[in-house]
């Protein structure tokens, strides 16, 4: 059984940063993508980054690029999303999710992810 819990959320003005924090539990090494997705009402979830944990390969949408970095701990049980020069559109609850190896062009398909953790919110300020 894999586990995962989001930490960090909170509210900030535009520009500013957030860290978000995702701790991993169980048969991990079954499970080594590990993605970011953020939601809003009336909006499909919306992959924002990922990792694919045992390869070191990182993945981002258009719209984070060059602002969001997600890395790992050495044990790899533990994802962050380090998230820059914050905008009001980055506001969502922020989800992280567990899933077998996939080829590279589908990381942001919230439907290849089957362990999720409760979310956190994000909310920019302009």
């Known amino acids: 059984q894999v586990q995962v819990k989001e930490s960090g959320g909170g509210s900030v003005q535009a520009g500013g940063s957030l860290r978000l924090s995702c701790s991993g539990s169980g048969n991990l090494f079954t499970r080594p993508f590990m993605g970011w997705f953020r939601q809003t009402p009336g909006k499909e979830r919306e992959g924002v980054a990922a990792?694919?944990?045992?390869?070191?390969?990182?993945y981002y949408a258009d719209s984070v690029k060059g602002r969001f970095t997600v890395s790992q701990d050495n044990a790899g049980s533990t994802v962050y999303l380090q998230m820059n020069d914050l905008k009001p559109e980055d506001t969502g609850l922020y989800y992280c999710?567990?899933?077998?190896?996939?080829?590279?062009?589908?990381?942001?398909?919230?439907?290849?992810?089957?362990?999720w953790g409760q979310g956190t919110q994000v909310t920019v300020s302009s």
């Open positions: 999710a567990a899933a077998p190896p996939m080829a590279d062009s589908v990381w942001a398909r919230a439907r290849n992810y089957n362990y």
């Open positions: 990792i694919f944990t045992t390869a070191g390969r990182t």
